[in-house]
């Protein structure tokens, strides 16, 4: 086995990093983590430190680690076909099997899988699919896609344009003229803090119409949003957002595209977040929880109407003009078919419900009394803190002060992974959705701890 120390120069040297402070990285002011195991919920890095992970990775092994069920499915497939295309038709077991699976799964109006490998390119994929499906119907202005700020859809050039987190923008020269950005449910920051839920959803569905009264209906293929706010805060909506917003879409004939990234195959303690909050989606966006991050795939699912105007396109124009040499990877697609498979033998999506509603309540009751926690909210297996100066309202904490990487740091020596919200004084939870009630405790102890010990400047 080659040393840590060798592993870790060969990093600093090597290996660029996602989300990094590249300098510091590299000046060795920052510690290389290597990762060599894991089983269940708990992950282990080459120095033997074994901890909880609570965010599954990054909210994806929904399954959890060493599940050989899924490790045997890829050998089996990479040893009978490791790879062909999809294009113009070609196809294998495991991918026309999954998309099956999928369907299945998902809300009763949905037609068909487009496979992709992430999240980001998903999301890429579906803003091609809405331009096509109102060019080919003689739309041809119908180019802006509307999201919301504190949203989170990816990195590409589009899907982190339809980002709402300045982080993803900043110095890249984003987002695209194409990309609107209305505002975002996010109860606990509501313009006014007297409004009822009732009054903050219209106040919502005014921005939403002024926006695309501004620009336009006309000019405006389709909105994108998460079915809850992830990366940007685990923010649930309120009480009648989604049907507000919905009916507005439908009045304008606005596409609606569902980001179920993160919400998909049992989160939100239902298969999809459509089904937890009501939802109709003309496209859904997966990835994640599809493999429990076994292997790397995603898809757009899209809705009968969708997929019967691109059929009838390419009757009329040809060949539909996309494509990615990885779609449908069929050593992918058999993780996915494993996971699917091993969420029902564990009855994963009803733990999911029942473990979160545990895990939220309990930190509700360990934190909400100290004096910088301003929320605990959650929904699922989704739980999140939010912090702010003692005293001083909803101020944010200064930057330079990392104050919540700090505690985050701190309940990780307390062998407990949490997450560091961006853009925010967050602490986010996302864990693998085979959690026990015992785990549970175990993430609540080392949280409430680190925040009990730690000297919250005001």
Sequence with gaps: MISNDVLAEWDRENFMHPSTLHGAFSRGELSPKIMTGGSGVFIEDRDGNRKLDAFAGLYCVNAGYGRTEIADAIAEQARELAYFHAYAGHGTEASITLARMILERAPDHMSKVYFGLSGSDANETNVKLAWYFNEVQGRSRKKKIISRWRAYHGSGIVSGSLT???????????????????????????????????????????????????????????????????????????????????????????????????????????????EFYGL?????????????????????????????????????????????????????????????????????????????????????????????????????????????????????????EAVIPRVVADIGHRGVIARPMPQSDIIGFSPPLCLTKEEADQIVSATKDAVFAFDFPS
């Design 164 to 274: 709402g987190l300045t982080l993803f923008h900043n110095q890249f020269g984003l987002p695209l003229e194409q990309v609107k950005h209305t505002e975002a449910p996010y109860p606990l920051r509501r313009p006014d803090p007297g409004m009822s839920d009732a009054e903050h959803v219209d106040w919502l569905g005014d921005r939403l119409e002024e926006l695309i009264a501004s620009e336009g209906a006309e000019t405006i293929a389709a909105f994108i949003g998460e079915p809850l706010l992830g990366t940007g805060g685990i923010v649930p909506p309120p009480e009648g957002y989604w049907a507000r917003i919905q009916e507005i879409l439908d009045r304008h004939n606005i596409l609606f595209i569902v980001d179920e990234v993160v919400t998909g195959f049992g989160r939100l303690g239902t298969m999809f977040g459509s």
């Design 280 to 400: 109709r989606p003309d496209i859904i966006t997966i990835a994640k929880g599809l493999t429990s991050a076994y292997a790397p795939l995603s898809g757009s699912v899209v809705s009968d109407r969708v997929f019967d105007v691109i059929a009838s396109g390419t009757d009329t124009h040809g060949v539909f003009g996309h494509g990615w040499t990885y779609s449908a990877h069929p050593i992918c697609a058999a993780a996915g078919i494993a996971n699917l498979n091993l969420i029902d033998e564990l009855d994963l999506v009803a733990n999911a419900g029942a473990i979160g509603a545990y895990l939220t309540s309990e930190l509700k009751k360990a934190l909400s009394d100290h004096p910088a926690v301003v929320e605990v909210r959650g929904a699922g297996l989704l739980s999140a803190v939010e912090f702010a100066p003692p005293g001083r309202g909803l101020e944010a904490f200064e930057a330079t």
